[in-house]
């Protein structure tokens, strides 16, 4: 069964730092993966996705993430933060079977002046 | 593209009350998925569709729930009656057939915000 950890409900960061969000899955299929981010009062947004092609995947907005089989991990990074980063963001799963992508439970970023 | 489009954006309505939420998903994708977010629960899928036939309703908390696709540019989720533990924000997300016959990328709408009194 497929299923995804967070492993940080909330980051801070200052402006112009690094941005590091962590994310481990399981999976039974090579999975594919996604990042997507929601600024508040908005819809979701994809940020990036992982379809066993190159391990580093380039996003939107400067935002990058590396898929790493052996640590089942597939983190997202920025080597600089924005104000304009202060959002949620999800990891998220494929199903390859039955449709269904299996959200994480969020990380809520805040990026301090 | 305009997007996925949901309507309302906004609705408030007292306990009891039937409630229709409404999706436009975009042109020519073939899935369309409503989740319901909350603090407490995250993000929920209720149930989606391909090609207007619904595949899993599993999520769809009781039977006060109801979601159709009546075409391939319209879906409607109902809830009647309504309760206040019902309050979130519902979205809606279309996709097209991706790899391996499952869907891709999911293109989420801007929710719709429901307040139950």
């Known amino acids: 069964a497929q299923s995804v950890t967070q492993l940080d409900s909330h980051v801070s960061v200052s402006e112009g730092t690094p941005v590091l969000l962590r994310c481990n899955y399981s999976s039974s299929y090579s999975p594919s993966l996604f990042w997507y981010v929601q600024h508040p009062n908005k819809g979701l947004q994809l940020l990036l996705k992982?379809?066993?092609?190159?391990?580093l995947v380039k996003g939107i907005n400067g935002f990058e993430a590396e898929f790493k089989k052996s640590e089942t991990s597939f983190h997202l990074t920025k080597p600089s933060a924005h104000m304009s980063d202060a959002a949620e963001y999800f990891c998220?799963?494929?199903?390859?079977?039955?449709?269904?992508?299996?959200f994480g439970q969020g990380t809520e970023l805040s990026v301090k002046p | 593209d305009a997007g996925v489009i949901q309507s309302p954006r906004h609705e408030v309505t007292e306990m009891g009350q039937e409630v229709t939420l409404r999706c436009k998903p975009i042109?020519?994708?073939?899935?369309l998925f409503w989740y319901r977010q909350t603090m407490m629960r995250g993000l929920e899928l209720l149930i989606y569709f391909n090609n207007n036939v619904p595949i899993d309703d599993s999520g769809m908390p009781e039977d006060r729930f109801s979601a159709k696709m009546p075409n391939a540019s319209f879906s409607t989720l109902k809830i009647q009656p309504s309760e206040p533990r019902d309050s979130a924000v519902y979205f809606c997300a279309s996709s097209l057939e991706g790899l391996a016959g499952g869907p891709w990328e999911q293109f989420f709408g801007p929710g719709t915000r429901l307040t139950v009194l």
């Open positions: 992982y379809t066993s092609a190159a391990t």
């Open positions: 998220v799963v494929s199903v390859w079977q039955g449709g269904k992508l299996i």
């Open positions: 042109s020519g994708h073939d899935y």
